[in-house]
């Protein structure tokens, strides 16, 4: 998916910035798109509450209501999330879905290293 939308993207002589104007207004309008089917506020949180341009341009495309919680919360769940997906790995079970990153497969992706134990 990636590879056709990037090949799309290129075809057209525009700036970097004009082409990542593209990309964040696409987000902002497929995300926009399914909200309005289902409910009437959303929660952004994660690396994506920190980027203001995008909350906006999501802002401009959806009636529903855009809900930001504060920092504590935010991090809080980006660091449950990593812990989630370390459990996963350590447990051999996939953390990478097809579903989300477009790859053919499900995988385990990261590396567990272990220490060695403080002699006395």
């Given at each position: 998916?990636?590879e056709?939308?990037?090949?799309?993207?290129?075809?057209?002589?525009?700036?970097?910035?004009?082409?990542?104007?593209?990309?964040?207004?696409?987000?902002?309008?497929?995300?926009?798109?399914?909200?309005?089917?289902?409910?009437?506020?959303?929660?952004?949180?994660?690396?994506?509450?920190?980027?203001?341009?995008?909350?906006?341009?999501?802002?401009?495309?959806?009636?529903?209501?855009?809900?930001?919680?504060?920092?504590?919360?935010?991090?809080?769940?980006?660091?449950?999330?990593?812990?989630?997906?370390g459990?996963?790995?350590?447990?051999?079970k996939?953390?990478?879905?097809?579903?989300?990153?477009?790859?053919?497969?499900?995988?385990?992706?990261?590396?567990?290293?272990?220490?060695?134990?403080?002699?006395?």
């Amino acid at each position: 998916m990636e590879e056709k939308f990037l090949c799309e993207l290129n075809k057209f002589s525009i700036s970097v910035p004009d082409k990542l104007n593209t990309v964040c207004e696409h987000i902002a309008f497929q995300i926009s798109k399914q909200t309005e089917k289902k409910k009437n506020k959303m929660m952004i949180t994660g690396g994506g509450a920190y980027n203001t341009y995008l909350t906006e341009r999501i802002k401009a495309y959806t009636s529903a209501e855009i809900i930001i919680p504060d920092k504590q919360i935010i991090e809080y769940k980006e660091a449950l999330i990593f812990a989630f997906l370390g459990l996963l790995r350590f447990e051999q079970k996939n953390n990478t879905l097809a579903s989300v990153t477009g790859a053919k497969t499900d995988s385990i992706g990261g590396a567990i290293y272990l220490g060695e134990r403080a002699t006395q």
